[in-house]
């Protein structure tokens, strides 16, 4: 079936490093692709999609580049803040109704 | 605009009883759907329900069922409760279902003892 990988973490940055976190896919269909961070104590918040092939989400500085070649869809980020501290969820949706699958999550620690 | 909320944010049951969770979604959304997070599993897709139909449903044992009312609110009920039932339930809306854009709660933390 459908799955998702990340790369494990806790990932630790200072700040104003660059961030890549790794994600690939397993997929009969073309599904959309998305990256969702959760912050301590809250809920998922989507952070960014791509519906396509070679389509590029982006959101507050983040960026993820829907690669069906190789089956990734990477996070990046070019400087990091403390405030990213977070675990951050790649996930995928066979468009066949409301069902993400999700990575494990990576959870990334930024230090001042 | 309220977002998703979930209600109650913490609940200790132990095991064999039976526990009920509730979602009110964001106000005009018609869909719901519920994912339980646990550290082993990590996120996994229970069900959804559009206009009080359950129209995609998880891997889950019959133990675990939901519903919605007319006024988009949701529940999901465990009944018999095991020790592996314990996780964070998270409860996600949307407009029109599917999942282009779902916003999630904060979730209920559940503890079986």
């Known amino acids: 079936g459908d799955s998702v990988t990340q790369m494990e973490g806790p990932v630790t940055l200072s700040e104003e490093a660059f961030l890549t976190i790794n994600c690939t896919y397993t997929?009969?269909?073309?599904?959309?692709l998305f990256w969702y961070v959760q912050y301590p104590g809250e809920g998922l918040q989507l952070l960014l999609k791509?519906?396509?092939?070679?389509d590029k989400g982006s959101n507050k500085g983040f960026e993820a580049t829907y690669r069906k070649e190789t089956t990734s869809f990477h996070l990046e980020k070019g400087s990091v803040q403390v405030s990213d501290s977070a675990v951050y969820f790649c996930a995928l949706s066979d468009n066949q109704g409301g069902k993400l699958i999700f990575g494990q999550g990576t959870e990334l620690s930024v230090k001042p | 605009k309220a977002g998703v909320t979930q209600t109650p944010r913490y609940l200790i049951k132990t095991r064999g009883q039976q526990v009920t969770l509730s979602c009110s979604p964001i106000?005009?959304?018609?869909?719901v759907s519920w994912y339980q997070q646990t550290p082993g599993q990590g996120l996994q897709f229970l069900f959804e329900?559009?206009?009080?139909?359950?129209?995609n449903k998880g891997n889950f044992p019959g133990r675990f069922s939901g519903r919605q009312f007319s006024n988009s609110r949701s529940e999901m009920n465990v009944s018999t409760l095991e020790l592996g039932d314990s996780a964070l339930y998270l409860c996600?809306?949307?407009?029109?279902?599917?999942?282009?854009?779902?916003?999630f709660g904060s979730g209920t933390q559940l503890s079986v003892l």
């Open positions: 329900y559009f206009s009080e139909t359950q129209r």
């Open positions: 791509a519906t396509k092939a070679d």
């Open positions: 996600a809306s949307s407009l029109v279902g599917g999942t282009e854009k779902l916003f």
């Open positions: 106000s005009g959304h018609r869909s």
């Open positions: 997929a009969t269909g073309y599904p959309s």
